[in-house]
């Protein structure tokens, strides 16, 4: 499955749009607990620990996308956003929402 941010792709021809769709993965409190926990992970200003927990959300939301984009038909998921939102009381979890259009492109 062919996944990209632009809305075309250069030498395919675009067969078929199918639609929207998404994916959405969230991380619990539980993130914030294990980060602050880890704070020696820090290194110049950065959590190693954490960042792999926001790489692992943007993946499970991706994929999940990508499953539905297949389940529709599609062979590639055209004008890709990622967006970060922090949800729930006191902006307690983190949510990754990945989205974009279904497309048939030629082989």
Known sequence: MLITTTNTVEGKKVLKYIGLVSGEA???ANIFKDFFAGI???VGGRSASYERE???AKEIAVEEMS????SLGGNAVIGVDLDYETIGQGGSMLMVSASG???VLEN
Do not use: F, P, S, Y
Request: glycine share 6%; hydrophobic share 50%.
């Open 26 to 28: 969230i991380l619990g």
């Open 67 to 70: 499953a539905q984009a297949q």
């Open 101 to 103: 259009t279904a497309v």
């Open 40 to 42: 020696r992970d820090i």
């Open 54 to 56: 926001l790489r692992r």
